[in-house]
Every structure is written in C-alpha cells, then in structure tokens.
C-alpha cells in the first residue's frame, strides 16, 4: 500500500489567496482526519470524517477553512482568504472507523503564507 | 489546564540508555492512550497503543498506562542513534476526541 497521500507537500502563497491542500486515505480506511501542526500549538485536530462524513468539525479554526469528501478516496483542506497565521504544516491520516486509536498519517503539507 | 501535558524536552541519552518518556492527562474518559514517533519532516508513525490500563511491550519499547494517576510512560531500552524523533502521546475518550501531547525531543548520541 502506498500510504496516505498528500498534494502539495510545500506550498508558498500570499495573504488572501486561496490555498487548497489534497489527501488521499489508505485503501479500505473509512476514517480520515485533518491536523495542523505548529511550533506553538503542537497538533491540533481540525476536522474528521467517517464514510464521508464530517463527525467534528470542533477543530476548524473560523470559516476561512472548508473541508470535504467528495469519496472515499480523496479528501480536500481549503482555507479562503489565507492569512500568515495559517502558516504550518497539515497532516491528512486515515484509520479504520473502529479502530480511530490507529491512525496512519501522510507525509504533511508544509503552508507558508507571506 | 490543557487535556494532556507533555515535556517538551529536549532530552539527550548516550547509546544505550534507557529512556522514559512521559505524559500526564487530566480526563478520566481517556480509554486508549498512543505513542508516535515523528522524525524530522516527516508525519507521525504510530509506534504503539493501549486500551485502559496495563504494560503493553513491543521489542525494545514498553508502553504503560496509569490510570490512577492519569499517568502513561513510554520506556525505549537500548536506545538508538535512530530512535532520534520527538515522541508524542495521544489519548482518545469514550466520545472519540483526540488529544495529543506537544511531544518529547529525543537525541540518542552515539
């Protein structure tokens, strides 16, 4: 298996541009999360799905942030407009819906907003 | 008060040492507690987990889980220049919310 997989794994963007950031879960994982993860804050849950699904969204910074899931293999973060502050790196994991203790993550996307 | 406290570290051991990391947590609803390890630039790989309380063990690594004292350990025996990360716990309660530590800096010096 490949893997949780993510796009892009760096992203450079100005203050007030859209950024959108892609995960594609491991084959046959019905759950899938959203993290960011900073210096300050460590890693913080923003969003997680099952079956498509969006469970908590507790974690959602403000409604600059969106997610969805279109299917069961593709996942997409946007933040609209991006400010500095969203600076960070973003974990995409997937687990089995029974089994949320064992979550596997991608490799991250590294956001850096000027 | 945050759900989970962890010390930051750094924490630096000569090869060979035996390393005890650890977390402390202040809900009693926590029912699984995870380790991770997470090497520099990369996403964090799930080393192991518990369910309750109890020892749990998986070759050099021991995982154990107090909950008395809202207390879980991660022991490394025989430590490695590889085992070089930063160490984060994880908690998940009954109403399946996630808490993680800030993470542990680990250096093992050959």
């Known amino acids: 298996d490949a893997g949780v997989i993510q796009s892009p794994r760096h992203e450079v963007t100005e203050m007030g541009q859209e950024v959108t950031l892609r995960c594609k879960p491991i084959s046959g994982h019905n759950s899938l999360f959203w993290y960011r993860q900073t210096m300050m804050r460590g890693l913080e849950l923003l969003i997680y799905?099952?079956?498509?699904?969006?469970?908590?969204d507790s974690g959602m910074p403000e409604d600059r942030f969106s997610a969805k899931m279109p299917n069961a293999s593709f996942s997409t973060l946007k933040i609209q407009p991006s400010e500095p502050r969203d600076s960070a790196v973003y974990f995409c994991a997937s687990s089995y819906w029974d089994r949320t203790y064992e979550q596997y993550f991608g490799p991250g996307t590294r956001l850096t907003v000027t | 008060q945050k759900e989970v406290e962890q010390d930051p570290g750094p924490l630096s051991v000569p090869e060979g040492a035996i390393v005890s990391l650890n977390c402390t947590y202040s809900?009693?609803?926590?029912?699984?507690f995870m380790w991770y390890r997470q090497y520099s630039r990369k996403g964090p790989e799930l080393l192991m987990y518990t369910y309750s309380s109890g020892n749990k063990e998986d070759g050099r690594f021991t995982a154990q889980v107090d909950k008395s004292s809202k207390y879980i350990s991660l022991f490394i025996r025989d430590s490695q220049p590889s085992d070089s990360a930063t160490y984060l716990c994880?908690?998940?309660?009954?109403?399946?919310?996630?808490?993680f530590g800030t993470g542990t800096s680990l250096t093992v010096i050959p």
């Open positions: 799905f099952n079956n498509n699904v969006p469970i908590d």
């Open positions: 994880a908690m998940v309660n009954t109403g399946n919310q996630f808490y």
């Open positions: 809900n009693s609803a926590f029912q699984y």
